[in-house]
């Protein structure tokens, strides 16, 4: 592993990444670079030196297929955050503002702030309504809002695929799993009960209301969607999964969890196994 990250070090090597990523388009139809076009291309005369670091990039991050030469995943996966801003040392800040959602336990506007890779929303009493890790590309020509709207989308996505038993972060195996018995302090949410996200090979490990478990699912997308609402009104705000759900947890029984979702006068009912699969779903 230390081998691998050490390929990164040079300039010349990451110049390489970069120009193979950018002929990612072209390639479909014209084909990848030869050694003699990737080197003018990424602009070194010395084509010993050149050779050398290309040398060094292959075979985890650069391939060679018949004279050509092809990025690997983890190079394309290496571009994206270098564009993402995610290795930039830079404090990309946006100001902290006030939102039109009410914080549930004292009512004053939650504020909201992208700071530190984080697109956060929350109370200053009362703790974090969303946390989200994200890059500075995130906020470049968008505004606030909009960032918001765009991580509760992501975040929904990334609950769907846990729910089917993959990690969004790293494709490893992950799920959902319920009951939690605490969570941090700083949670806005902390009368409600609460399951864990966790993935076997990265990173990913937090904890989210149970009701915020059946994010994505169809039948609660097309509740909402019946009553003029979005995906981001699940997530937040009065229209909240874990504010207008009932969570009734049956140990040792099948099915471990009930949910009830109301909007106005009507209710979607879902049965969640102890992993959060749906295992059944109705309106009432």
């Known amino acids: 592993m230390d081998d691998t990250y050490a390929a990164l070090t040079d300039e010349t090597r990451v110049r ?16 990848w670079p030869s050694f003699s076009q990737l080197r003018e291309r990424v602009g070194v005369a010395d084509t010993s030196r050149f050779s050398y670091h290309l040398d060094a990039l292959q075979d985890e991050f650069v391939r060679k297929v018949d004279g050509e030469y092809r990025p690997r995943v983890a190079a394309l996966e290496i571009v994206s955050a270098i564009r993402a801003g995610t290795y930039d040392g830079a404090d990309v800040a946006v100001e902290t503002r006030r939102t039109d959602y009410e914080c549930p336990h004292c009512e004053q506007s939650l504020v909201a702030a992208f700071r ?15 946390a989200y890790p994200a890059p500075p590309r995130a ?38 799993s319920f009951p939690r018995d605490s969570v941090p302090d700083s949670y806005l949410l902390d009368d409600v009960p609460y399951a864990t996200a966790t993935c076997e ?84």
């Open 16 to 31: 390489i990444l970069l120009t193979l990523a950018e002929r990612y388009d072209e390639a479909w139809s014209s084909g």
């Open 139 to 176: 906020v470049a020509g968008r505004t606030l809002e909009e960032v918001i709207d765009l991580a509760l989308r992501k975040h929904a996505s990334d609950v769907r695929l846990l729910r089917e038993g993959a990690c969004s972060r790293c494709w490893g195996a992950a799920g959902l």
């Open 201 to 284: 090979a990265c990173w990913v490990s937090y904890p989210l209301p149970v009701a915020h478990t059946v994010l994505g699912h169809p039948a609660v997308e097309t509740l909402y969607a019946d009553h003029g609402l979005g995906p981001t009104d699940a997530q937040i705000g009065p229209h909240d999964l874990a504010r207008v759900g009932d969570v009734v947890s049956r140990e040792d029984e099948s099915p471990a969890a009930r949910l009830t979702v109301g909007l106005e006068d009507e209710a979607l009912v879902l049965e969640l196994d102890e992993g959060c699969t749906v295992l059944d779903h109705w309106r009432r």
């Open 116 to 130: 530190d890779h984080q697109v956060y929303v929350g109370c200053q009493s009362h703790g974090a309504a969303i």
